[in-house]
């Protein structure tokens, strides 16, 4: 069975930055495309960032690009989303989401297994 446990969410200022991680088990981590989504109060999932299964090729929606990243290390299992120079308009619970496909999808249908989710929120 695939779990995905996100950790790292929290309360930060406006400006500052958070690192989220999300620890991948039950199948060979490498097989995966891993994204990054979000969702706001009120308001649909929303595709953040994704990553191929090789870690070369990203994709990033165009509300963080320049300020997020995504990496993943494969010795752990794990993939990350650095924030920087948050914005209040970031808040939201941030999901990790792993997909059985060779290219980075944005639609959320289009990913197997999703983790739990963890809140950010940021103050202005």
């Known amino acids: 069975q695939v779990q995905l446990v996100e950790s790292g969410g929290g309360l930060v200022q406006a400006g500052g930055s958070l690192r989220l991680s999300c620890a991948v088990s039950?199948?060979?981590?490498?097989?995966?495309?891993m994204g990054w989504f979000r969702q706001a109060p009120g308001k649909e999932r929303e595709f953040v960032g994704g990553l191929s299964w090789s870690g070369i090729t990203t994709n990033y929606a165009d509300s963080v690009k320049g300020r997020f990243t995504i990496s993943r290390d494969y010795a752990k299992d794990t993939v990350s989303l650095q924030m920087n120079s948050l914005k209040p308009e970031d808040t939201a619970v941030y999901y990790c989401a792993a997909g059985i496909r060779r290219t980075i999808a944005t639609m959320p249908a289009l990913y197997n297994y999703w983790g739990q989710g963890t809140q950010v929120t940021v103050s202005s």
């Open positions: 039950g199948r060979t981590f490498s097989s995966f495309v």
